[in-house]
């Protein structure tokens, strides 16, 4: 069998296929398995090794039991867009670009503020400069 394809995404070939399928979006590793228990496949077999008949019931039991890739993202982008639109806090903090789930934001929260350094030592001048 050549490349599999499942929800519009191309699993790699060389992989068990109970950890190619965390590569579809909103498929993970312990939903992965549920979907082989489901299917009745073998956790341990390659994704190449698969026949058509095991893709099939794949695809078909992945697109009709979870949303996933296209579908979940729109979801997640409409409901974020509703939270803003209602003007919840949780809109708010996604208008801001800030952590929406209750972090602190002193310290830590970089990466959603984008690694942004506003400490004390980063504005310090060279002892030779004038002060």
Do not use: C
Not at 72 to 94: A, D, F
């Amino acid at each position: 069998m050549a490349s599999v394809r499942i929800a519009g995404v191309a699993l790699p070939p060389n992989k068990r296929i109970e950890a190619a399928l965390p590569i579809i979006y909103g498929v993970g590793f312990s939903r992965s398995r549920k979907i082989l228990d489901a299917v009745k496949l073998d956790p341990d077999k390659q994704t190449q090794d698969l026949t058509e008949a095991e893709v099939g019931k794949l695809k078909e039991y992945i697109e009709g039991n979870y949303k996933v890739e296209g579908a979940l993202r729109q979801e997640i982008s409409q409901n974020i867009k509703r939270l803003k639109e209602i003007g919840s806090y949780r809109g708010l903090r996604h208008i801001r670009g800030l952590p929406v789930r209750g972090q602190r934001t002193k310290t830590n929260s970089r990466t959603v503020r984008g690694n942004v350094r506003r400490t004390a030592g980063s504005g310090r001048k060279s002892s030779s400069e004038k002060t």
